[in-house]
Nanobody, 128 residues
Framework: QVQLVESGGGLVQAGGSLRLACAAS????????MGWFRQAPGKEREFLAG????????NYGDSVKGRFTISRDYAKNTLYLQMNSLKPEDTAVYYC?????????????????????WGQGTQVTVSS
């Protein structure tokens, strides 16, 4: 059964840091381009960061560029999102997603509709 499970969310003060993790089942991580998204109440789901299947390319949304870092650990079958300099507007539910067996292993996927599998989400709340 394909599964993505996020963890690491919580409550943090503005200026603080959190690291989110996304544990993937089976060989999902080794065969997928991966991404992080978030959705705040009343807003559309937003692309934050993506990493290619081969790990050689990354891309970030403008709102998090320079503050967030995506990485993947093939040995642990886990995707990470390091979040620094957090702001109250970063408050949202954060999701990881997998584009299984993408056509181009070197490409970062930024489009929501291209992703095949999603985690259940983890809440991040940043207090001012």
């Amino acid at each position: 059964q394909v599964q993505l499970v996020e963890s690491g969310g919580g409550l943090v003060q503005a200026g603080g840091s959190l690291r989110l993790a996304c544990a993937a089942s089976g060989r999902m991580l080794m065969l997928s381009a991966m991404g992080w998204f978030r959705q705040a109440p009343g807003k559309e789901r937003e692309f934050l960061a993506g990493i290619s299947l081969n790990g050689g390319s990354t891309n970030y949304g403008d709102s998090v560029k320079g503050r967030f870092t995506i990485s993947r650990d093939y040995a642990k079958n886990t995707l990470y999102l390091q979040m620094n300099s957090l702001k109250p507007e970063d408050t949202a539910v954060y999701y990881c997603a997998a584009d299984f067996q993408p056509t181009n292993p070197r490409m970062v996927i930024t489009t929501i509709s291209e992703y095949d599998y999603w985690g259940q989400g983890t809440q991040v709340t940043v207090s001012s």
